[in-house]
């Protein structure tokens, strides 16, 4: 093989290796990879033949002629030189590219999707076992909640049966933490004469309860900002709305907290005749309970829970608002105002509401 042909065969490797010839398709291999490493092989023992029967005519020419030109030995020492300078490890290029190609596609085809399908099953075992912790966690609040419920002080259920918690108009009280709920409420209660029941002061009056043995686990949904399972919450409802028997008119304020607890408390004590919503900026809402939190001494009135109960009710207790408004039973009452104007539109809002309900009433007489 003369000098010549050795670089044009390089030449080609090279335009070859630029094309992708040579390379290797994701997911298999390219198909002339093949023969082109027999192709290699086959000039790579070319090239070592021809360089064995090189040395055995210059071995036979220095026994006949023993005395040869020095500038022909050079050029003999040189050719020999430039004939070894093209094999890598005694490996011709060309070879050495196509074998690495070809282990390269094979490590595409069989090793690599071996390695992605473990770490897919790692992964999925993984999410599995997260699933099963939550799901046991679920369990164990719903059945922690039925035993708190259980250890309520509460009426015997045969009188819950018999008491008519359909005659009683309830109303919620909505709106994000420090909306002017338990204000506008008090007011209320003053004015008009309704009995106000704030879903968070029962919580808080069991959690301090002498003798009350999830009190710690009350307090803890309300120091994290978590919603107290509905069983619990209903179950204090039902016992305050039954304490006042001679009352029509109930203001329960700060509940449902989501639809969960709407849908149960619908089943279990009566439909809402009205939805109070107190809607104000976060911005607002925020200055308020850390200027009450100075004097409030409530455990949920700082920084971090107010944030936590800011997210609990974006994701929780907003659905719910949307669920009345479908209904037609929410009144919206801008709170981002002075005391007295927010009241005023208020108290306005429920004598018309009042006077509506006795004219109902007299039309069925």
Known sequence: MTMTMMHQMLARTRVLARTGVLGGWRGGVQPRALPLLLLALQQQSRARAYSASSNDNSSSSSSSKPKLDQSAMGQSEHGKKNQGRWFIFGIHPFALFAALTLLYSGYNMAIKPTLQDIDLVRHTEDQVKRMRTVEQAAQTAQTQA???AQDLPSFTDAEVAR???GEKEIIFVLGAPGS????????????????????GDLLRAEQMREGSQYGRKIAHYIREGLIVPHTVTIRLLQNAIMDHPDKQLFLVDGFPRNIEQAREFEKSVCEPRLVLFFDCPEDVLVARLMERGKTSGRADDNK??????????LFATSPVILDYAKKGKLIRI???RPVDEVYGETRQRMVEYMREREAEKEEKE
Do not use: W
């Not at 971090?304 to 009710?313: N, V």
């Open 163 to 165: 008491f008519p918690f």
């Open 334 to 336: 801008g709170s981002n």
């Open 180 to 199: 002017g709920k338990g204000t506008n409420s008090a007011r209320l209660v003053d004015d008009l004469g309704f009995v106000h029941l704030s879903a």
């Open 146 to 148: 039925a035993q708190t």
């Open 304 to 313: 971090e829970s107010i944030k936590k109960r800011f997210l609990t009710y």
